[in-house]
């Protein structure tokens, strides 16, 4: 005994070790915390999961997340593999040579919603088919490495510039011949659908259309010749420099992508040598105007166009915004010009014929011109009073000479009519001016009517009176 204490009389005694308190049963605490947690993740999981028995194509999705359901889909059809039997032997290509794919995310997505696991009467619902995309390109190209003896290659239509012809020409396309990729794209379409792993299809050589087609070849020549139709520089509607065909397509780059489209550039610093040139071609003075008015100022004749002076602008630019344009496929260059108006100087002209005094009177600008003796109609034949104007003129003329007319007269110079047949001519038969002597025309000597015949245009007013 290693403790003791005395007693009252006198022995000292040995105390028993006191028992220990007894211990609660904990047992049921720790049993209990498993079953709990498996049952809290149990709900957990089925917030997140896909009933089971869902599928998609044929791939079982069932207890998966939507992210794994996903994966597995791409996965699926990336694997599934279609074995080719073609006229130039058998190849094997997979869902992933081909570049097919789907929204396996989207479909996915849409499983678990539609069945999730925590919903009991969504389970084992019936399966999801799908469409699945292909690049037709890269599925082509995976066929034509698999099996180069199948592929002839297609010839794209190009385009350049013609010499002779002086313009933009376009060579055709020329389709080659390759595996039928919509007959391939169908059986893994099939596959992926049914879940089969694996399939295996006959497929026939079909044309294979060249990516640039001769009528998109043919929409450029047709922007291209339009520019080297209209290539210049303008003034308004005034193309006042023109670019020849053959240097305006010596400006232009054509550049195919590839794909049907022909990106077209200029040489900024080949447009800037014609710019250079520009003012000596585009700079000038107005020219006045000179032209023949009947009383009322409207015009009957233009001896000189006016025209209206231009100075051109400043150039810095041009050569750069120019070559834009012609990317654009714009030939026309709008240039910029300050312009000086011209004046314009108008001469009035009349024809007076007095019967009275039997005299043919020019005048000008109200003021008399020339005067001269006449003979106008007599008798019956006496020349008709109005006002008139100069009409047909002919340097010589028979007169009379025909069936209906009691005279002949050949050879009648300088001839100008105001009245249907009644006119002014020179007169070689008779010096007896000042006395009525004709079948109604105004005689006068061959000169004074060479002068009247050049001074009188046509459309001046003639007034015939007593």
């Not at 869902?95 to 097919?100: E, H, K, Q, R, S």
């Not at 520089?233 to 670019?243: A, H, I, L, S």
């Not at 020219?287 to 009383?295: M, P, R």
């Not at 209206?308 to 496929?329: H, I, K, M, N, P």
Request: glycine share 10%; proline share 5%; charged share 15%.
């Amino acid at each position: 005994m290693t403790d003791g204490a005395p007693g009252t009389d006198g022995a000292t005694y040995a105390w028993a070790p006191a028992e220990p308190a007894p211990r609660k049963n904990r047992s049921g605490l720790w049993i209990g915390i498993p079953a709990g947690a498996t049952a809290v993740a149990l709900i957990a999981a089925s917030l997140v999961l896909i009933a089971p028995g869902a599928s998609v194509a044929g791939v079982q999705i069932g207890g998966l997340t939507a992210g794994a359901a996903a994966q597995a889909i791409s996965n699926r059809l990336a694997e599934t593999s279609v074995t080719v039997e073609s006229p130039a032997g058998e190849v094997v290509v997979t869902g992933a040579d081909l570049g097919a794919t789907v929204d396996a995310a989207a479909l996915a997505d849409k499983a678990f919603a539609d069945n999730p696991m925590w919903k009991p009467s969504s389970w084992f619902p019936e399966g999801t088919g799908v469409s699945i995309s292909v690049d037709a390109a890269e599925a082509a190209a995976a066929l034509r490495d698999k099996a180069p003896g199948a592929y002839r290659a297609p010839v794209d239509a190009t385009v350049a510039y013609d010499a002779g012809s002086q313009a933009y020409v376009t060579t055709p396309a020329e389709a080659g011949e390759g595996i039928d990729v919509a007959t391939v794209t169908a059986a893994l379409q099939s596959a992926f659908d049914s879940g089969t792993a694996s399939t295996t299809v006959e497929a026939s050589l079909v044309p294979v259309e060249a990516p640039v087609s001769t009528d998109e070849a043919a929409a450029a020549v047709g922007t291209l010749n339009g520019i080297l139709d209209s290539a210049g520089f303008y003034v308004g509607d005034e193309r006042t420099v023109t670019v020849d065909r053959a240097t305006a397509a010596s400006w232009l780059t054509v550049t195919p992508d590839g794909k049907g489209d022909f990106a077209i550039s200029a040489d900024q610093a080949a447009i800037q040598n014609a710019v250079a040139g520009l003012p000596a071609a585009v700079d000038r003075g107005a020219v006045n105007a000179d032209v023949i008015v009947d009383t009322g100022g409207e015009v009957i004749h233009t001896n000189t166009e006016g025209q209206t002076g231009r100075t051109l602008g400043d150039t810095t630019g041009v050569a750069a915004a120019f070559a834009s344009q012609l990317a654009e496929g714009n030939g026309r260059y709008e240039l910029a010009v300050t312009e000086t108006p011209f004046e314009t100087t108008k001469t009035e002209r009349r024809i007076d014929v007095n019967l009275s005094t039997q005299t043919t009177t020019l005048w000008q600008n109200g003021q008399v011109y020339r005067s001269w003796s006449i003979s106008s109609g007599a008798g019956d034949h006496a020349t008709h009073t109005g006002e008139f104007r100069i009409g047909w003129k002919t340097a010589m003329q028979d007169m009379g000479c025909v069936p209906g007319y009691d005279y002949c007269t050949k050879d009648v110079p300088w001839v100008a009519y105001f009245n249907g047949d009644e006119g002014f001519h020179g007169t070689y038969w008779h010096n007896n001016f000042g006395t009525p002597m004709s079948h109604g025309c105004i005689n006068m000597t061959i000169s004074a009517a060479k002068e009247l015949y050049d001074w009188a245009y046509r459309g001046t007013e003639v007034s015939v009176h007593y």
